[in-house]
């Protein structure tokens, strides 16, 4: 199985419980064939937490069952520790033992991200950026494929914690799963989907199509001209008037990965314009602060990246 059929595989087999979000999975795919971690923000009863459950049951390990999935309900009590584990004395070998946290498995659902302290939300950084838990002196790496998908409702303000800029930079892209139309609404009052067909779905792909699907989406080509384009839209984030706090470098790499693994889900070995300008928001509207929120960042990048894409058809 070569990259562009695991992908569709993936988003063919996602659709049977996600409902009439083709674009979403299109996107989310190409986040986890990047090698990236996704933030899915949205209002409540919306499937973010399905959607993590599905993508887990979808890919097999070695042994043909569902990959390591590990669920992190995250509430104001939680301890760094509970996340990562931790070193426990084991009497009878008068040792310690590395008790393993769930940020060790194939994939994690960091379900309400931002209803636990900044603390414990740190927790996550060393493993989302470096793949590497660091417990005492010692280092512990998750299994591969890793990737995190969290969630946070961003209609409620009581008992949350900001994510903090370190943090949101670490998510490759932030998604909206949104409202879905009436046809889709129709067809979830018939089957249940999150109750029904996700208890029926088993792998479509094995982990070493995953992989190969990884390696494929890296040797996209991208042209010279977008990767320029690509850089300048980072730049303009941190020259622009109207921006406090700019994206980061690795947001650029994050933009330049995300646009292969887009073209690859598109059935495409090539980066187009398109492509760029679809991935613009989700990319980069996370990551940068704003002199005025009132001005309207998902404007402004989209103004922006136009007269990038605009400079090229010119030049």
């Known amino acids: 199985m070569n990259g562009e059929e695991a992908a569709r595989a993936l988003i063919n087999s996602a659709g049977a419980v996600i409902k009439g979000k083709r674009e979403f999975l299109e996107l989310l795919t190409a986040a986890v064939l990047a090698g990236g971690h996704v933030l899915i923000e949205d209002n409540p009863g919306l499937g973010k937490t399905t959607v993590a459950k599905t993508f887990a049951r979808l890919i097999a390990d070695p042994?043909?069952?569902?990959?390591?999935?590990?669920?992190?309900?995250?509430?104001?009590?939680?301890?760094p520790y509970d996340?990562?584990?931790?070193?426990?004395?084991?009497?009878e070998t008068r040792s310690f033992r590395f008790v393993p946290g769930p940020v060790l498995a194939n994939i994690v659902l960091a379900d309400e991200i931002n209803?636990?302290?900044?603390?414990?939300?740190?927790?996550?950084?060393?493993?989302?950026?470096?793949?590497?838990?660091?417990?005492?002196?010692?280092?512990?790496?998750?299994?591969?494929?890793?990737?995190?998908?969290?969630?946070?409702?961003?209609?409620?303000?009581?008992g949350t914690f900001p994510l903090p800029a370190a943090q949101l930079d670490r998510f490759m892209m932030r998604l909206s799963l949104g409202y879905p139309d009436r046809e889709s609404e129709l067809a979830i009052l018939d089957e249940d989907p999150s109750e029904h067909a996700l208890?029926?779905?088993?792998?479509?792909?094995?982990?070493?199509?995953?992989?190969?699907?990884?390696?494929?989406?890296?040797?996209?080509?991208?042209?010279?001209?977008?990767?320029?384009?690509?850089?300048?839209?980072?730049?303009?984030?941190?020259?622009?008037?109207?921006?406090?706090?700019?994206?980061?470098?690795?947001?650029?790499?994050?933009?330049?990965?995300?646009?292969?693994?887009?073209?690859?889900?598109?059935?495409?070995?090539?980066?187009?314009?398109?492509?760029?300008?679809?991935?613009?928001?989700?990319?980069?509207?996370?990551?940068?602060?704003?002199?005025?929120p009132r001005s309207g960042g998902d404007k402004l990048i989209r103004e922006i990246c136009l007269?990038?894409?605009e400079g090229i058809k010119t030049s």
Not at 129 to 158: K, Y
């Open 63 to 79: 042994d043909g069952k569902a990959m390591l999935f590990k669920r992190i309900q995250f509430t104001p009590d939680l301890l």
């Open 83 to 91: 996340i990562t584990g931790v070193d426990v004395f084991d009497p």
């Open 115 to 158: 209803r636990t302290t900044p603390k414990v939300q740190s927790a996550l950084l060393e493993v989302m950026a470096e793949r590497q838990v660091t417990i005492g002196m010692t280092t512990h790496a998750p299994p591969e494929p890793f990737f995190v998908i969290a969630t946070q409702n961003p209609i409620e303000s009581e």
């Open 199 to 292: 208890g029926r779905l088993e792998p479509v792909i094995q982990a070493a199509d995953f992989l190969e699907a990884q390696k494929a989406s890296e040797a996209v080509y991208c042209h010279p001209a977008l990767r320029d384009a690509i850089a300048d839209i980072v730049r303009d984030t941190r020259i622009h008037r109207n921006f406090l706090l700019g994206a980061s470098p690795r947001a650029g790499l994050h933009f330049l990965k995300a646009a292969k693994a887009t073209a690859l889900v598109k059935g495409r070995n090539y980066v187009t314009d398109e492509d760029i300008a679809v991935l613009a928001g989700p990319v980069l509207l996370h990551r940068f602060k704003l002199r005025d």
């Open 307 to 309: 007269a990038r894409i």
